[in-house]
């Protein structure tokens, strides 16, 4: 059987996504670029397993906001609220599963400079223009807003500032960009946060889906 992809070589390797076998060759390079991987495919596994093993540092010049400072201590002294982030993404996810770590990042990217300018007195919005990208915004602001009105019913709760917010979802976009492997159509990162921050068995059932317009 010959490869359907290139036409050329054998095809001896089963592709969940295709439905049929490919060959090693196109699976290594089609893999999150024309082919839509499935997440529990096991070449898809093995390939991120790999590229974790053996990333390098971001370099410096693809670190956001690279004069920013975000200590460790300050970012594990917010711990729960980095969690209800990636919960809201996570959760996000489970709705459209055609999100990947492009449209993830574009999100937190334009939400920590929305909030980075607020911080400075300026009323600044610009949501992604990818349609999925720009609902996970709403989607996550709206989740914020939440936390702010609950620091607001909690007379002793220290109310975090807009810049605040801002350096946190620095710090998200970061871990985002040191975790995705740049492919069109990469989940790295989103597998990286169901990792780190599993749902319970119930949130992971199929929900109605978002319409997105």
């Given at each position: ?28 390079r089609e893999r999150e670029v024309t082919i839509d991987c499935v997440p529990d495919c096991p ?171």
């Amino acid at each position: 059987m010959i490869c359907p992809i290139c036409g050329k070589r054998p095809a001896k390797r089963f592709c969940p996504a295709k439905g049929e076998k490919i060959c090693p060759v196109c699976c290594g390079r089609e893999r999150e670029v024309t082919i839509d991987c499935v997440p529990d495919c096991p070449h898809l596994i093995a390939a991120h397993r790999y590229e974790s093993e053996h990333r390098k540092p971001l370099p410096a010049s693809d670190l956001p906001y690279p004069d920013l400072k975000v200590p460790v201590d300050f970012v594990y002294e917010h711990w729960p609220l980095v969690t209800g982030i990636a919960t809201a993404i996570l959760h996000f996810h489970i709705q459209n599963k055609e999100l990947a770590d492009g449209a993830v990042l574009s999100a937190i990217e334009a939400l920590a400079e929305t909030y980075r300018t607020l911080g400075t007195g300026i009323y600044y919005q610009r949501p992604p223009d990818l349609p999925v990208a720009r609902a996970l915004y709403g989607e996550i602001n709206q989740f914020l807003q939440e936390f702010r009105k609950e620091e607001a019913a909690h007379a002793g709760m220290a109310r975090l500032k807009d810049i605040d917010l801002s350096h946190l979802l620095v710090f998200l976009l970061r871990v985002g960009k040191q975790e995705t492997n740049g492919r069109p159509r990469s989940r790295a990162f989103l597998d990286f946060l169901r990792t780190r921050f599993p749902l319970p068995a119930e949130a992971t059932k199929e929900a109605p889906r978002i319409i997105i317009p």
